[in-house]
């Protein structure tokens, strides 16, 4: 009888988590090859989005409609209820006009991140609600974003965000549709196998996906840690107290585990390309040590999403 063959990709699958933990640390203890991928960030955005949606398949938008509702309430309260609270609380303190409140301001009104349907799977959860609001958040942001913006001018011009969310929206649609259409063609059941090996090849490509966001990051660290410490402070404590906080006010409602995780982490990187360097600025060092919490998400929430995570249908 022969050993069976290992397989890296489900291994990968299997591991996902230390998988991250492993790009993260190359990330950051080798600028060099960081500075390498940084390049390609944006195309392996656009393949985790082909991953995700291969994955999941059309069947994501089925029963969408009665959805909808809920999707957008939710969408609502994370990309413009959120944010415009924390301008309000911040301005009542007198301390709206600081990096750190610029900081949370923005990621607060970003939509999710493209990879969050591929960590809901890697969390044992489906994936299909955050596909849903992932997708739906991007194209309610030209909207979302601009009571935002009008509470906090220091934002600059609001005309450059809308065309890189318009831009953003694009790039989802034409992923998704030609992964909709291939997995139509070719896979209409995938088996439970296949849909494993793509988790492990959506492991990889956010691993190294990871070490292209990371040169900014490990520079700071070598540089001044005093400052890394305190941005990795204000960055663990948003990203995932926005997760705890997001996961108990929902605990007993569905689609739990997908909203929670969006909650705390959001596609920065949109206002990152749109914003002036004057308002960008003061804040990279948050959005470097951003990626951090985000993609110890996995591993570091497994213990709160876990438990219930079976039981949780899509909102």
Avoid at 184 to 201: E, F, H, I, N, T
């Amino acid at each position: 009888m022969t050993a069976s063959r290992p397989d890296p990709l489900r291994f990968a699958a299997r591991h996902g988590r230390w998988v991250l933990v492993v790009g993260l640390g190359f990330g950051i203890g080798a600028p060099g090859l960081a500075t390498v991928l940084r390049p390609f960030v944006p195309h392996m955005v656009v393949l985790l989005l082909f991953l995700a949606a291969l994955r999941i398949g059309p069947a994501v938008f089925v029963g969408a409609v009665r959805a909808l509702p809920a999707t957008l309430a939710m969408v609502l309260a994370l990309q413009l209820a959120l944010p415009l609270a924390v301008i309000g609380l911040a301005t009542a303190a007198g301390v709206a006009n600081t990096p750190t409140i610029l900081a949370i301001a923005i990621m607060t009104a970003a939509p999710s991140i493209v990879s969050s349907p591929n960590m809901v799977a890697m969390l044992g959860a489906r994936p299909d609600t955050a596909m849903r609001l992932m997708v739906s958040g991007t194209a309610l942001l030209p909207l979302t974003v601009i009571p935002v913006f009008w509470a906090l001018p220091e934002l600059g011009a609001l005309d450059a965000v809308l065309r890189a969310a318009l831009r953003l929206l694009a790039l989802v649609v034409v992923a998704t549709g030609v992964a909709f259409a291939l997995r139509r063609l070719a896979w209409p059941a995938m088996s439970a196998v296949a849909s494993q090996r793509l988790d492990g090849m959506s492991a990889l490509v956010l691993a190294v996906f990871v070490i292209g966001l990371m040169p900014s990051v490990g520079a700071m660290l070598r540089g001044d840690p005093w400052q890394a410490a305190y941005w990795l402070a204000v960055v663990f404590a948003v990203n995932v107290g926005l997760q705890l906080v997001t996961s108990r006010l929902l605990r007993h409602r569905p689609g739990r585990v997908p909203v929670a995780l969006i909650s705390g982490n959001r596609n920065m990187a949109l206002f990152l390309v749109a914003l002036p360097p004057e308002v960008t600025d003061p804040i990279l060092p948050f959005i470097g040590c951003y990626q951090i919490p985000m993609f110890l998400t996995p591993l570091l929430m497994e213990r709160l999403y876990r438990p219930r995570v079976r039981a949780t249908p899509p909102i």
